[in-house]
């Protein structure tokens, strides 16, 4: 099996990525690369930080990689959280919880609630120059969370056409529709026709 580099040691995004791409490619972590690296995040978007973090492992380790940054976007915050998703309240334990509320104290009394997560995914191949793959999908945030699945903003977040949060969806269900499992799809669709021996 075809072997590639998923620039994360997140283990939520691995399993989504493992369950989408695992049947057709050996997909490894940093971890088990022994890229234990703090990767720089510091470009303006989130094409700009999957390619900072896919240009590293490539550089330095040489394996064919590809890597992603992705948030959420609020519209009433001008797109905040944006790139600062996974920092967003500056804590530095029960992160997602923090973020969660400080986001909805943002959005406290705000009538528009649409917001949408979106995905951007660099490819570097031995081809050299990159390939990038995007996904989004639109929503609305809740004034509290619901569910115990999934991870992030997850329980705030409701799915354009759906009355449940992605943390009350199976895996199987959000990866059908979440930005990750768009961008993924689009990924694994060139892989298939352009990642051979």
């Known amino acids: 099996m075809k072997k590639i580099v998923f620039a994360s040691n997140n ?92 986001l909805l104290r943002e959005l406290s009394g705000a009538d528009d609630r649409r917001a949408r997560f979106r995905t951007a995914i660099a490819l570097l191949t031995s081809d050299a120059e990159p390939v990038f793959f995007n996904g989004t999908v639109e929503g609305h945030i809740l004034e509290a969370p619901r569910g115990r699945g999934g991870f992030g903003y997850d329980p705030l977040f409701v799915p354009e056409g759906w009355t449940r949060t992605f943390a009350e969806a199976t895996g199987e269900e959000k990866n059908a529709i979440s930005h990750r499992g768009r961008a993924v799809a689009a990924l694994a669709e060139y892989l298939d026709n352009n990642f051979n021996d």
């Open 11 to 102: 283990s939520h995004k691995l399993a989504e990525l493992r369950s989408i791409l695992g049947h057709r490619y050996e997909v490894l972590s940093l971890a088990d690369i022994n890229c234990h690296d703090d990767i720089p995040e510091t470009a303006d978007s989130f094409e700009g930080n999957a390619l900072l973090k896919a240009r590293w492992v490539k550089d330095r380790y040489g394996y064919d990689c590809f890597a992603d940054d992705s948030g959420l976007e609020v519209y009433a915050l001008g797109g905040a959280p944006g790139i600062y998703s996974a920092r967003y309240s500056g804590a530095t334990t029960d992160v997602a919880a923090a973020n969660n509320a400080k």
